[in-house]
């Protein structure tokens, strides 16, 4: 029973679709993350400080991943399993809560989309195997600290540090590239961005990215090597640059304002983790 049931999800046509799915689904969670993780993070810091000064913790609802239930922002109306539905709820309240009539943003059915065609586009990728669930598993992680580094600056540990941990376990057995590569890109990762953060530091006397971005891009270098830090660090610095530039430009956004580093090595991370072997051996041949 249990391997007809995993000779029929390996099925080419059903194994995207049932990717696809899950992806969407996990999206709708993925959103909870994005924007509870970073408050439970503030909160946690303003505990710890209320200690260090001797003085009780500050008051406030609690709130973890999965309490409370997900609810309204602007008037608190608890969000109901037929409202939640992934993309389709957005579409059939016309991007408005039932309650209030306040305006849903638009990102919450992107997250879903994303992930969903993402997901499913891994699943097609690497076919039914480890490699397709690594990748899903890498993806998700990208997309949460994409939208948590757009909206805070922040690139939580929670996350980046067990990603790096999975890259190099995936790698045990040669998933994406060899063991010794994923550790070398490991320390790589770390030690690349640090050195280029205290080289800007030591010259400007400023900060020019976090130590999450050092975190980061090491989890890239234990998932794929070494090999693919330079593509990586490449795309993201291109991507980077493009954007602020034109932030500048026709935003007439002040050059002091951070811009954070983090979305742009996640969006590199994924075309690496698809196309980065054919983009390498492209950019060889140009050499």
């Not at 209030?100 to 076919?127: D, M, N, Q």
């Not at 909206?151 to 057995?173: Q, R, S, V």
Request: one cysteine or more; glycine letters at 10%.
């Amino acid at each position: 029973m249990e391997s007809s049931f995993l000779r029929t999800l390996a099925e080419p046509d059903v194994f995207p679709a049932v990717s696809g799915l899950i992806g969407l689904l996990v999206g709708s969670f993925l959103n909870v993350v994005i924007y509870r993780l970073p408050r439970m993070m503030e909160r946690e810091w303003h505990c710890q400080c209320a200690e260090l000064r001797g003085e009780e913790a500050p008051q406030g609802e609690t709130i973890s991943l999965v309490k409370p239930r997900s609810r309204c922002p602007a008037c608190g109306h608890a969000i109901s399993a037929l409202e939640n539905i992934p993309i389709v709820s957005w579409l059939v309240l016309r991007g408005k809560c039932s309650a209030c009539h306040g305006a849903i943003s638009i990102r919450y059915p992107l997250v879903e989309a994303i992930t969903g065609l993402l997901t499913a586009f891994a699943a097609v990728h690497f076919g039914f195997g480890w490699s397709a669930l690594g990748a899903i598993l890498l993806i998700w992680s990208l997309i949460v600290l994409t939208f948590i580094d757009f909206d805070t600056t922040y690139l939580p540990d929670a996350i980046t540090l067990p990603l790096l941990w999975c890259g190099l376990l995936f790698n045990l057995e040669n998933t994406y590239t060899s063991l010794s590569s994923a550790v070398i890109g490991a320390m790589a990762g770390y030690l690349s961005l640090w050195s280029v953060y205290w080289g800007f530091k030591l010259l400007t006397s400023k900060e020019g990215m976090g130590y999450g971005d050092f975190k980061l891009l090491a989890a890239l270098g234990a998932w794929m090597g070494w090999s693919m830090l330079p593509l990586i660090v490449l795309l993201s610095s291109v991507a980077g640059a493009s954007v602020g530039i034109a932030l500048v430009a026709l935003a007439k956004r002040g050059r002091e304002i951070p811009i954070p580093f983090g979305p742009y090595l996640a969006t590199a991370g994924v075309i690496a983790i698809f196309w980065g072997d054919h983009l390498t051996q492209y950019y060889l041949r140009l050499m």
